[in-house]
């Protein structure tokens, strides 16, 4: 069993993991962050998307055995001293949201988004760039409006 | 998904060894088509042997533009100097699935793959590419065999893909909207020998369109192309689009890729 180390959140981890161990499951199973999801499990809607040194990538479709020594950000890592990261805050003002299970994807996805193509952005750029995360239930409209606000902020 | 041993090798050389020690090993890249299939029982490989330490990732433009085989969609995408030599090709990139997708996946995993619907093939054929692999170097006519398949023998890596810089060119697809694969996709260049035209995700395999390229010798033009169509027997007919349908978008793919040819 390949034994990794990682950084997530900021802390250092550790365990011994199966080769086909998914990212996401040591990420929800054996460290308990359960903010990121699984939607599909077929690499299509984004619900698991995690920073993986500092780019989206879907956390679903990683073996863990691969990301020995990696640098990982889960939603749970967002927040700073108690204070929602500012697309957090867009997305709960924005009612980004219904169910909230895409959020923690679309907030990742999101702030990968301000990070590769600044805060000023339009919402066809927004809408194209959200082509890897689906909501079943906003109709998006809420969600461009979110990260429009939270890019802004950011 | 079943279990398999996990290997990270750091050479080439390394990955090759192991790859012939074991017979059911496979390779993997970014894993965005390979884990996927493994997840679904398509793939059940005893090895897994990630190319991911190779540190072969990188883009050289000289007389051709040489992409390493672990550079990810996204930095062919964003590259200053790919976006400079062959225009269409970082567009080409930047059109692959979602951004998740485009920095794990790679240029190396996508020819490897030679999914009838993926992008790169198409560049690589209407480019008149060259594949480098750990043994030899082989030219795009002879790579891609059909679909899914290649001309790589058990255990050969892909270590780079060269490709000649084109007068212009240019990449039009019309993709699936649920997966992004292209339905169909059009990649047209004016070379130095000529017209090439090849097309993706209509066929049982990427192809050259024979009757499109003879088309454009009267002038590199989207003009050129009323009238020329590549016959719809044999192309993919699926819940998505008829084999005329496809038919259809590949007139007008063309045209739009010659049109946006720079
Ligand atoms: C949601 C989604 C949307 C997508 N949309 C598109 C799209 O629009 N267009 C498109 O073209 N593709 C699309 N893809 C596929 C994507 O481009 C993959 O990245 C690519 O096809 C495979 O690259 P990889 O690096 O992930 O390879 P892997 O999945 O790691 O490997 C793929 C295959 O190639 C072999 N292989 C990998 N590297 C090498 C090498 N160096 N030498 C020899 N063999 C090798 C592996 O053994 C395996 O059989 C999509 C994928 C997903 C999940
Ligand atoms: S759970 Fe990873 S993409 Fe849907
Ligand atoms: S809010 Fe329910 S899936 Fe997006």
């Known amino acids: 069993m390949p034994a990794i180390s990682m950084k997530v ?56 055995a691969a990301h020995d020594g990696a640098d990982v950000t889960t939603v749970e890592g967002l927040a700073r001293d108690g204070k929602m990261h500012p697309m957090q805050e867009a997305f709960k003002d924005n009612h980004g949201l219904q169910c909230g299970f895409c959020t923690p994807g679309m907030v990742i996805a999101s702030i990968d988004m301000v990070n590769r193509l600044g805060k000023n952005l339009s919402e066809e750029t927004i809408r194209h760039e959200l082509e890897g995360n689906i909501c079943r239930c906003t109709g998006y409209h809420n969600i461009v409006a979110a990260v429009k606000a939270g890019a802004a902020n950011m | 998904m079943e279990n398999f041993n996990y290997y990270r090798p750091a050479s080439v050389d390394d990955a090759v060894k192991a790859a012939k020690a074991k017979p059911d090993a496979k390779y993997m890249s970014g894993g965005m088509t390979l884990i996927p299939t493994m997840k679904q029982g398509l793939a059940s490989p005893s090895d897994i042997i990630d190319l991911g330490a190779l540190k072969n990732s990188g883009i050289a433009v000289g007389a051709t533009v040489v992409i390493k085989a672990g550079t990810t969609h996204a930095e062919v995408a964003s590259s200053a100097d790919v976006k400079k030599a062959i ?77 000649p810089i084109p007068k212009k060119a240019g990449y039009a697809k019309f993709p699936n909207p649920a997966s992004r694969y292209a339905m169909v996709g059009v990649f047209a260049a004016d070379t130095a020998e000529g017209p090439r035209v090849a097309v993706t995700g209509a066929g049982a395999g990427v192809f050259r369109a024979s009757a499109l390229e003879s088309a454009l010798g009267k002038g590199f033009a989207a003009g050129s192309l009323t009238g020329a169509a ?33």
């Not at chain 2, 790169?120 to 059909?146: M, Q, V, W």
């Not at chain 2, 699926?238 to 946006?260: F, G, N, P, W």
Request: hydrophobic share 40%; glycine share 12%.
């Open chain 2, 230 to 262: 590549v016959p719809a027997k044999g192309l993919n007919s699926d819940l998505h689009a008829s084999a005329e349908y496809r038919a259809h978008l590949i007139t007008v793919m063309a045209k739009r890729a010659v049109d946006a040819a720079k």
């Open chain 2, 87 to 163: 225009p269409a090709l970082a567009a080409l990139a930047g059109g692959i699935g979602d951004p998740h997708v485009r920095h794990k996946g790679t240029i190396g995993g996508s020819v490897a793959n030679n999914d009838p619907a993926a992008d790169y093939p198409s560049a690589c054929l209407g480019l008149g590419a060259t594949i480098h692999t750990n043994a030899r170097k082989i030219k795009a006519e002879d790579f891609f065999t059909g679909m899914f398949s290649t001309a790589l023998e058990d255990g050969e890596v892909i270590t780079a893909i060269e490709f």
């Open chain 1, 9 to 64: 959140n900021g802390e250092a981890v550790c365990g011994d993991v199966e080769g086909r161990t998914l990212l996401v499951e040591f990420i929800r199973e054996k460290l308990g962050l359960t903010g990121t999801h699984v939607g599909c499990d077929t690499s299509q809607c984004g619900a698991c998307v995690v920073l993986v040194d500092g780019k989206a990538v879907k956390s679903c479709t990683a073996l863990a």
